[in-house]
């Protein structure tokens, strides 16, 4: 029997990225979110990452310190984001980026995510 795949849930929120090869961080948008990993956009400062890289994650949550995880680059490829438009409904854009899975996350932080993941739910 395979385990199920966690919920991922489209959300467009500003984070801070910095790879474990060196460098500043710098801002990135997360795109989809779930209890094992995120979907984040491209920016010059991580276009060169390659399958296996790692780095530090730190995402703004309510009510408290940023959330910060350990990444590990798993994928290059394409997301959506939703443009608003006064005119129609429903427009989706695909954007390059990287699928990461959060590695060395201990129990705390898992739970601070599950809460906020409950909160994306119930939007």
Known sequence: MTTP???????????QVELDSGGDATRARVLELSETGAFIEEVKAIDDVQTGDGGMIGIPLPGGDPWVAHIRFTRAGFGRIDVRTPRAEHVSVS???YG??????????LERL???????DNR
């Open 5 to 15: 795949r966690p919920v991922r849930y489209r959300c467009d929120i500003a984070s």
């Open 95 to 97: 954007v390059r980026g």
């Open 100 to 109: 990461v899975e959060f590695d060395q996350l201990d129990d705390d932080e």
């Open 114 to 120: 599950r809460d906020f993941l409950e909160l994306l």
